[in-house]
């Protein structure tokens, strides 16, 4: 709404509420920066602090003032809960975690779609991506039929959109 709308009341309370992401909910402080959970200062979920990575995204592409800080903690965090698997079929691929200390193995394409988002929102190349986002699309799938897996299609679709290239075609 910000930056669409572009007006300065919308623009300030979109800087306060990022400024509460990041100085008031982020878990640690300084350089101990991490993700996000539901509450302020709790311990980083890989869900949660996905939401909070696109809403940094956004704040900055809006023009407002996003703390280098709360991208470095992010970092970290994805870092954290990041699994590199060397000798997948398609390449260094990495899948991920839910949190460091909670696999979530039945997820991990849908947390891998997640962690692969947040790694290109915050700049990371396609090349250092593209095994990771086929290894999700591989083990997730594409939609047919009648299940539907809203939450993996979201981050899914918006990831291999991203991606482009040859896994979007």
Known sequence: A????????TKTAAQK??????????????????????????????????????ALKSA???????????????IRFLDSVEIKD????????????????????NSAHRLTAIGNL???????????LQAS???FVNKGGVPRGEAVDLYYWYYGTLCVFQQGGNTWG
């Not at 900055?60 to 992010?74: N, R, T």
């Open 2 to 9: 910000a930056g669409m709308g572009n007006r300065l009341e």
């Open 17 to 54: 509420a990022i400024d509460y992401c990041t100085e008031v909910h982020q878990s640690g402080d300084g350089y101990d920066r991490g993700g996000w959970r539901y509450g302020p200062k709790e311990a980083g979920d890989l869900s949660v602090t996905g939401w909070f990575i696109m």
């Open 60 to 74: 900055k592409v809006a023009g407002l003032k996003v703390s280098p800080a709360a991208f470095d903690g992010a």
């Open 86 to 105: 060397a000798a997948a079929s398609y390449g260094t691929a990495s899948h991920y975690k839910y949190t460091p200390q909670d696999e979530h193995a």
């Open 118 to 128: 947040a790694r290109q929102f915050m700049g990371w190349k396609r090349e250092e």
């Open 133 to 135: 986002v086929e290894w």
